[in-house]
């Protein structure tokens, strides 16, 4: 019977294609994405976020999480619809983010689960929505195993 759901989680884990591993951005990505995007945190590959809660973040940019991020109409009609087209499609991880936030989906939470949580407050960390503290190549859009380093402080 164990045997059995052992093989059976293996047999899972292998068919499941490693979900992001890999996101690489897009590369159509606006001049202005990086540009309004990027410079209180890393520019999050659309991937990491279903569309009705890139929705959510592009219309709710007066208040984004305790600062203001507005645009002009034209900069913020232009990201969004490039964060809609490359938005995840798979509906595994096509939840409405809760609070528009990647690091409340119940994804990030499962993949997550071993982080313990005096490790998120470390002084290098500070925060889940600072991915780059730990995924030493998350500017490529890489969240694979292999290329972790959680800092010790
Ligand atoms: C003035 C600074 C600033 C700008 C500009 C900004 N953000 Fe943010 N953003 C924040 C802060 C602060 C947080 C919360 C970070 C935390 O909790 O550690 C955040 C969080 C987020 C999150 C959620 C992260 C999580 O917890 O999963 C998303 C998604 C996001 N921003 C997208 C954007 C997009 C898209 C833009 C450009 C339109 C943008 N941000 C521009 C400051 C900014
Ligand atoms: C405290 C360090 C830390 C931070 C910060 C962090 N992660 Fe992770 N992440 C991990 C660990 C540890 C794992 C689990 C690796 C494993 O054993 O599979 C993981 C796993 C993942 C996975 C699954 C990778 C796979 O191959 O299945 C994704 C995707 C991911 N993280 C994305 C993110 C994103 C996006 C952010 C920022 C919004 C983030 N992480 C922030 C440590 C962190």
């Given at each position: 019977m164990k045997k059995t759901v052992l093989i059976a989680a293996t047999?899972?884990?292998?068919?499941?294609?490693?979900?992001?591993?890999?996101?690489?951005?897009p590369t159509d990505m606006p001049?202005?994405?990086?540009?309004?995007c990027?410079?209180?945190h890393m520019a999050y590959p659309p991937?990491?976020?279903?569309?009705?809660?890139?929705?959510?973040?592009?219309?709710?940019?007066?208040?984004?999480?305790?600062?203001?991020?507005?645009?002009?109409?034209?900069t913020q009609n232009d990201i969004t619809i490039w964060l809609?087209?490359?938005?995840?499609?798979?509906?595994?991880?096509?939840e409405t983010a809760p609070e528009n936030?990647?690091?409340?989906?119940?994804?990030?939470?499962?993949?997550?689960d071993e982080?313990?949580?005096?490790?998120?407050?470390?002084?290098s960390i500070k925060s889940p929505a600072n991915c780059g503290a730990c995924h030493i190549d998350a500017a490529n859009g890489v969240f694979s195993e292999k290329n972790i380093k959680i800092p010790a402080k």
């Open positions: 047999l899972l884990l292998i068919s499941s294609p490693t979900f992001a591993g890999k996101m690489a951005m001049a202005s994405y990086e540009a309004e990027a410079s209180c991937a990491l976020l279903s569309q009705q809660s890139w929705k959510n973040v592009m219309s709710s940019l007066s208040k984004h999480f305790g600062t203001d991020a507005s645009l002009d109409s034209k809609l087209k490359n938005a995840t499609t798979r509906q595994k991880y096509s936030r990647i690091t409340k989906t119940s994804w990030f939470i499962r993949k997550h982080v313990r949580s005096e490790v998120w407050k470390r002084a």
